[in-house]
């Protein structure tokens, strides 16, 4: 089955996004996000950072399903993460966690 996407104009490349995260997925980025809860006998005793970082990078890794830059089609990886602006970073994570956090 074919998924609903919209696309996503970056500086050097289009994006070819979901258009809705399945619950299973979302369930997948909080798995993510919530294992660096820290929690002992008091409750919460902290917060390990990285699993910020972590439950990002498996929100795009669901959610960007073509990378096109010119007529050639790039893979998601974290290695073109790196090559991406914070411009054109933060516009395809705002997009994707809109859709993310988008309850119908």
């Not at 409750?43 to 960007?64: N, T, Y």
Request: negative net charge; proline residues 0%; contains cysteine.
């Amino acid at each position: 089955m074919e998924r609903a996407k919209q696309t996503i104009k970056l500086s050097s490349c289009e994006v070819d996004v979901v258009e809705e995260i399945t619950w299973m997925e979302a369930q997948r980025i909080e798995e993510v996000l919530f294992s660096g809860a820290k929690v002992g006998a008091n409750g919460l005793d902290g917060f390990d950072g990285s699993a910020m970082l972590k439950s990002k990078i498996v929100l795009l890794e669901i959610g960007v399903l073509e990378i096109r830059v010119g007529d050639k089609v790039e893979k998601f990886s974290e290695e073109w993460l790196n090559t991406l602006s914070q411009a054109d970073g933060e516009l395809l994570y705002s997009t994707l966690d809109g859709i993310n956090k988008k309850k119908d």
